[in-house]
Protein backbone atom coordinates (compact mmCIF):
# COMPACT_ATOMS: atom_id res chain seq x y z
CA UNK A 1 0.00 0.00 0.00
CA UNK A 2 1.17 3.03 -0.92
CA UNK A 3 1.93 6.15 1.72
CA UNK A 4 -0.77 8.71 1.25
CA UNK A 5 1.31 11.87 2.29
CA UNK A 6 2.90 14.18 0.64
CA UNK A 7 6.52 15.38 0.28
CA UNK A 8 5.90 18.46 2.34
CA UNK A 9 4.09 16.83 5.29
CA UNK A 10 7.10 15.67 6.57
CA UNK A 11 7.43 18.75 8.25
CA UNK A 12 5.14 17.28 10.97
CA UNK A 13 7.22 14.26 11.53
CA UNK A 14 6.56 13.42 15.20
CA UNK A 15 10.55 14.29 16.13
CA UNK A 16 11.37 16.94 13.55
CA UNK A 17 8.44 19.52 12.95
CA UNK A 18 10.05 22.10 11.94
CA UNK A 19 10.43 25.77 14.17
CA UNK A 20 8.69 28.80 12.67
CA UNK A 21 9.93 31.89 11.03
CA UNK A 22 11.22 34.15 13.26
CA UNK A 23 10.44 37.70 12.29
CA UNK A 24 14.18 38.85 12.22
CA UNK A 25 15.82 36.29 10.57
CA UNK A 26 12.95 37.12 7.83
CA UNK A 27 14.71 40.11 7.07
CA UNK A 28 17.83 38.14 6.45
CA UNK A 29 16.34 36.20 4.30
CA UNK A 30 15.82 39.29 2.09
CA UNK A 31 17.67 39.44 -0.86
CA UNK A 32 15.67 42.58 -3.29
CA UNK A 33 12.82 43.95 -2.51
CA UNK A 34 10.76 46.67 -4.37
CA UNK A 35 6.98 47.99 -4.89
CA UNK A 36 6.58 44.82 -7.23
CA UNK A 37 8.49 41.47 -6.02
CA UNK A 38 10.43 40.39 -2.84
CA UNK A 39 13.55 38.25 -3.62
CA UNK A 40 14.02 35.92 -1.04
CA UNK A 41 16.60 32.94 0.10
CA UNK A 42 14.80 30.63 1.68
CA UNK A 43 16.42 28.06 4.15
CA UNK A 44 16.50 24.29 3.32
CA UNK A 45 13.49 23.51 6.35
CA UNK A 46 10.91 25.66 5.47
CA UNK A 47 7.71 24.80 3.30
CA UNK A 48 6.45 27.41 0.25
CA UNK A 49 3.23 26.81 0.48
CA UNK A 50 1.00 27.47 3.33
CA UNK A 51 0.42 24.83 5.99
CA UNK A 52 -1.85 23.50 8.65
CA UNK A 53 0.13 25.11 11.27
CA UNK A 54 -0.48 28.80 11.16
CA UNK A 55 1.23 31.69 9.08
CA UNK A 56 4.18 31.49 10.37
CA UNK A 57 5.29 27.94 9.06
CA UNK A 58 5.53 28.19 5.87
CA UNK A 59 7.44 31.35 3.43
CA UNK A 60 4.30 32.65 1.90
CA UNK A 61 2.87 32.57 5.06
CA UNK A 62 5.56 34.59 6.83
CA UNK A 63 6.23 36.98 4.01
CA UNK A 64 2.58 37.87 3.60
CA UNK A 65 2.13 38.44 7.92
CA UNK A 66 5.49 40.44 8.31
CA UNK A 67 5.22 42.52 5.36
CA UNK A 68 1.79 43.63 5.96
CA UNK A 69 0.28 42.24 2.75
CA UNK A 70 -3.50 41.44 1.29
CA UNK A 71 -2.03 38.57 -1.32
CA UNK A 72 1.48 37.04 -2.17
CA UNK A 73 2.06 35.43 -5.48
CA UNK A 74 4.78 32.55 -5.27
CA UNK A 75 6.85 32.51 -8.71
CA UNK A 76 8.33 28.99 -8.80
CA UNK A 77 8.00 27.04 -5.69
CA UNK A 78 10.57 25.22 -4.17
CA UNK A 79 10.54 21.83 -1.97
CA UNK A 80 10.56 22.33 1.61
CA UNK A 81 14.24 20.82 1.67
CA UNK A 82 15.61 22.83 -1.08
CA UNK A 83 17.21 25.83 -0.22
CA UNK A 84 17.77 29.41 -1.95
CA UNK A 85 15.76 32.15 -4.43
CA UNK A 86 12.21 32.29 -4.20
CA UNK A 87 10.11 35.19 -5.92
CA UNK A 88 7.17 36.39 -4.26
CA UNK A 89 5.16 38.93 -6.00
CA UNK A 90 3.35 41.69 -4.17
CA UNK A 91 0.45 41.69 -6.10
CA UNK A 92 -1.39 39.70 -8.43
CA UNK A 93 0.25 41.28 -11.50
CA UNK A 94 4.22 41.34 -10.59
CA UNK A 95 3.15 37.23 -9.39
CA UNK A 96 1.64 36.30 -13.00
CA UNK A 97 5.04 38.57 -13.95
CA UNK A 98 7.22 35.93 -13.09
CA UNK A 99 5.10 32.88 -13.74
CA UNK A 100 4.10 33.52 -17.05
CA UNK A 101 8.16 34.17 -17.63
CA UNK A 102 8.93 31.05 -16.30
CA UNK A 103 6.32 28.98 -18.12
CA UNK A 104 7.91 30.27 -21.42
CA UNK A 105 11.03 30.07 -20.26
CA UNK A 106 12.23 33.82 -20.46
CA UNK A 107 14.25 33.10 -17.06
CA UNK A 108 17.57 32.05 -16.36
CA UNK A 109 17.22 29.91 -13.35
CA UNK A 110 19.98 28.20 -12.40
CA UNK A 111 20.76 25.42 -8.97
CA UNK A 112 23.68 24.40 -7.68
CA UNK A 113 24.17 20.59 -6.16
CA UNK A 114 25.84 18.35 -4.30
CA UNK A 115 26.06 15.07 -5.94
CA UNK A 116 27.15 11.73 -4.31
CA UNK A 117 30.47 10.48 -7.14
CA UNK A 118 32.82 12.31 -9.01
CA UNK A 119 31.12 13.74 -12.69
CA UNK A 120 33.97 14.54 -14.56
CA UNK A 121 31.55 15.92 -18.17
CA UNK A 122 28.58 17.59 -18.87
CA UNK A 123 25.65 15.53 -18.57
CA UNK A 124 22.76 16.29 -20.99
CA UNK A 125 19.30 14.24 -19.46
CA UNK A 126 15.94 14.15 -21.61
CA UNK A 127 13.30 11.85 -21.41
CA UNK A 128 9.78 11.34 -19.92
CA UNK A 129 8.83 11.20 -16.11
CA UNK A 130 5.99 10.08 -14.74
CA UNK A 131 4.81 8.01 -11.07
CA UNK A 132 6.87 5.59 -9.85
CA UNK A 133 4.15 2.57 -9.21
CA UNK A 134 6.64 0.46 -7.69
CA UNK A 135 7.48 3.31 -4.62
CA UNK A 136 5.30 3.28 -1.47
CA UNK A 137 5.52 6.64 -1.92
CA UNK A 138 2.68 8.35 -3.87
CA UNK A 139 4.46 11.39 -5.22
CA UNK A 140 7.71 9.58 -5.99
CA UNK A 141 8.71 9.96 -10.07
CA UNK A 142 10.56 8.32 -12.23
CA UNK A 143 12.01 8.14 -15.70
CA UNK A 144 9.76 6.26 -18.30
CA UNK A 145 8.78 6.33 -21.58
CA UNK A 146 6.58 8.50 -23.36
CA UNK A 147 2.55 8.23 -22.53
CA UNK A 148 -0.55 9.94 -21.91
CA UNK A 149 0.55 9.93 -18.47
CA UNK A 150 4.02 11.18 -18.14
CA UNK A 151 5.96 14.48 -18.99
CA UNK A 152 8.79 15.50 -20.86
CA UNK A 153 12.04 16.61 -18.80
CA UNK A 154 15.41 18.00 -19.72
CA UNK A 155 18.44 18.81 -17.11
CA UNK A 156 21.96 19.63 -18.09
CA UNK A 157 24.24 19.04 -15.18
CA UNK A 158 27.49 21.11 -15.48
CA UNK A 159 30.59 19.77 -12.75
CA UNK A 160 32.31 22.38 -11.23
CA UNK A 161 34.69 20.67 -8.48
CA UNK A 162 34.76 17.41 -7.66
CA UNK A 163 36.87 15.71 -4.78
CA UNK A 164 36.47 13.10 -2.35
CA UNK A 165 34.14 11.27 -3.85
CA UNK A 166 31.71 14.46 -4.26
CA UNK A 167 30.87 16.91 -6.79
CA UNK A 168 29.15 20.57 -6.78
CA UNK A 169 27.52 20.98 -9.91
CA UNK A 170 25.55 23.82 -11.77
CA UNK A 171 22.28 22.48 -13.17
CA UNK A 172 20.10 23.87 -15.32
CA UNK A 173 16.49 22.50 -16.33
CA UNK A 174 15.06 23.21 -19.50
CA UNK A 175 11.36 22.00 -17.53
CA UNK A 176 10.08 22.28 -14.69
CA UNK A 177 8.74 19.22 -13.50
CA UNK A 178 7.59 17.50 -9.81
CA UNK A 179 11.39 16.43 -8.33
CA UNK A 180 12.62 16.72 -11.79
CA UNK A 181 16.74 17.56 -11.06
CA UNK A 182 16.70 15.01 -8.10
CA UNK A 183 15.17 11.70 -10.64
CA UNK A 184 17.32 12.94 -13.23
CA UNK A 185 20.42 12.93 -10.62
CA UNK A 186 19.48 9.51 -9.23
CA UNK A 187 19.07 8.09 -13.03
CA UNK A 188 22.80 8.94 -14.38
CA UNK A 189 24.19 7.33 -10.86
CA UNK A 190 25.15 10.85 -9.21
CA UNK A 191 22.39 11.16 -6.34
CA UNK A 192 21.84 14.17 -4.24
CA UNK A 193 24.06 14.53 -0.94
CA UNK A 194 20.77 14.31 1.67
CA UNK A 195 18.46 12.70 -0.38
CA UNK A 196 16.01 10.34 1.40
CA UNK A 197 13.90 9.86 -1.48
CA UNK A 198 15.67 9.53 -4.61
CA UNK A 199 18.93 7.86 -3.06
CA UNK A 200 20.24 4.74 -0.93
CA UNK A 201 16.66 3.14 -0.08
CA UNK A 202 13.23 5.45 -0.44
CA UNK A 203 12.66 3.78 3.77
CA UNK A 204 14.72 6.81 4.60
CA UNK A 205 11.96 8.99 3.43
CA UNK A 206 9.11 6.94 4.34
CA UNK A 207 10.89 6.53 8.37
CA UNK A 208 11.41 10.76 8.17
CA UNK A 209 8.14 11.15 7.67
CA UNK A 210 7.00 8.26 10.13
CA UNK A 211 9.11 9.68 12.89
CA UNK A 212 11.52 12.08 11.96
CA UNK A 213 15.09 12.52 11.49
CA UNK A 214 17.31 9.68 12.82
CA UNK A 215 20.74 11.27 13.93
CA UNK A 216 22.68 7.90 12.92
CA UNK A 217 21.38 8.06 8.88
CA UNK A 218 24.28 11.37 8.74
CA UNK A 219 26.72 9.02 8.16
CA UNK A 220 25.79 7.39 5.15
CA UNK A 221 23.24 10.34 3.54
CA UNK A 222 26.05 13.56 4.52
CA UNK A 223 23.67 16.19 5.07
CA UNK A 224 20.23 16.18 7.42
CA UNK A 225 18.28 17.64 4.11
CA UNK A 226 19.01 17.24 0.13
CA UNK A 227 21.84 19.10 -0.93
CA UNK A 228 20.04 20.99 -3.73
CA UNK A 229 19.88 25.04 -3.65
CA UNK A 230 18.22 27.72 -6.15
CA UNK A 231 21.86 29.83 -7.41
CA UNK A 232 20.29 32.27 -9.50
CA UNK A 233 17.35 33.75 -10.99
CA UNK A 234 16.95 36.21 -14.09
CA UNK A 235 14.65 37.52 -17.44
CA UNK A 236 17.00 36.52 -20.25
CA UNK A 237 16.35 39.69 -21.74
CA UNK A 238 18.14 41.64 -19.89
CA UNK A 239 15.87 42.28 -17.23
CA UNK A 240 16.58 41.67 -13.66
CA UNK A 241 18.42 39.48 -12.20
CA UNK A 242 19.44 37.72 -8.29
CA UNK A 243 21.86 35.70 -6.46
CA UNK A 244 21.16 33.54 -3.35
CA UNK A 245 24.02 33.34 -1.49
CA UNK A 246 24.71 29.14 -0.08
CA UNK A 247 23.28 28.04 2.92
CA UNK A 248 25.62 27.24 6.09
CA UNK A 249 24.91 23.71 6.06
CA UNK A 250 25.40 23.82 2.15
CA UNK A 251 28.37 25.62 2.26
CA UNK A 252 29.83 23.63 5.16
CA UNK A 253 29.79 20.39 3.27
CA UNK A 254 31.79 21.88 0.28
CA UNK A 255 34.41 23.01 2.75
CA UNK A 256 34.26 19.74 5.14
CA UNK A 257 34.01 17.38 2.37
CA UNK A 258 35.40 18.67 -0.46
CA UNK A 259 37.79 21.15 0.62
CA UNK A 260 36.56 23.83 -0.94
CA UNK A 261 37.43 27.63 -0.02
CA UNK A 262 34.68 28.57 1.89
CA UNK A 263 34.34 31.82 0.02
CA UNK A 264 32.69 29.84 -2.90
Keep these: MKASFSEDESKDAKKDSAPLVDPDELEDWVIHQDDSIIALNKPGWLVC ?3 KNGPWSSLVGAVRVHFGLDQVYLAGRLDRETSGLVLIGKDETAGRKWQKALEEKRVRRSYWA ?6 KEEMHVEGFLGKDPHSEV ?14 RAQTSFLPLHSANGHTLCAIVTGTG ?28 YLDFCRAGWNEDWLERLGMRRQALHSRTFGFSDGGPSFVAPLAKD ?6 DALGMDPSV
Excluded at 143 to 148: A, D, H, L, M, R
Design 114 to 119: ILVGEL
Design 177 to 204: RKHQIRVHAQSIGYPLVGEKLYGLDERY
Design 250 to 255: FLSFLV
Design 138 to 151: FVKQRVTVKSNKSK
Design 49 to 51: HPS
